[in-house]
C-alpha cells in the first residue's frame, strides 16, 4: 500500500517537473541530493577498529587442551581401518 502511495506521490512531482528544462532538473537534482546527504551520513556506522588490546585478556583456559589431547584426536581422526589391515593382522597373526 505504500508503495502506490509513493507512486502516485513521485508522479504528482513528475508531472510538475517533467517538462523543465535540463539544467532545471539537474538543479533540483543537486537540491534533493543536498538535502539527502545528511540523512545518508547518519546511517553509516563507524567500524570499529581492532588492535590487540581488544582481544587482551579473553583467552579462557577452561577450554584449553593439551597438545597431547589436540594430536591424539587427529591421529584417530585420520585412522580408517581397511580390508588390506584385516588382511596384514590375519597374516602375521596367524600361527
Same mark, same amino acid.
Given at each position: 500500500?505504500?508503495?502506490?502511495?509513493?507512486?502516485?506521490?513521485?508522479?504528482?512531482?513528475?508531472?510538475?517537473?517533467? #517538462?523543465?528544462?535540463?539544467?532545471?532538473?539537474?538543479?533540483?537534482i &543537486?537540491?534533493?541530493? +543536498? @538535502?539527502?546527504?545528511?540523512?545518508?551520513?547518519?546511517?553509516?556506522?563507524?567500524?570499529?577498529?581492532?588492535?590487540?588490546d581488544s582481544?587482551?585478556?579473553?583467552?579462557? #583456559?577452561?577450554?584449553?587442551?593439551?597438545?597431547?589431547?589436540?594430536? &591424539?584426536?587427529?591421529? +584417530? @581422526?585420520?585412522?580408517?581401518?581397511?580390508?588390506?589391515?584385516?588382511?596384514?593382522?590375519?597374516?602375521?597373526?596367524?600361527?
Amino acid at each position: 500500500m505504500a508503495t502506490i502511495a509513493l507512486k502516485k506521490e513521485s508522479d504528482n512531482y513528475w508531472n510538475l517537473i517533467k #517538462d523543465a528544462s535540463s539544467e532545471v532538473k539537474l538543479v533540483l537534482i &543537486k537540491r534533493l541530493s +543536498d @538535502a539527502l546527504r545528511p540523512a545518508v551520513a547518519e546511517k553509516k556506522t563507524k567500524r570499529k577498529k581492532y588492535t590487540a588490546d581488544s582481544f587482551a585478556g579473553i583467552w579462557d #583456559d577452561e577450554h584449553f587442551r593439551d597438545t597431547e589431547d589436540i594430536n &591424539k584426536a587427529i591421529r +584417530d @581422526a585420520r585412522h580408517v581401518k581397511s580390508s588390506r589391515d584385516e588382511f596384514w593382522d590375519k597374516f602375521l597373526n596367524e600361527p
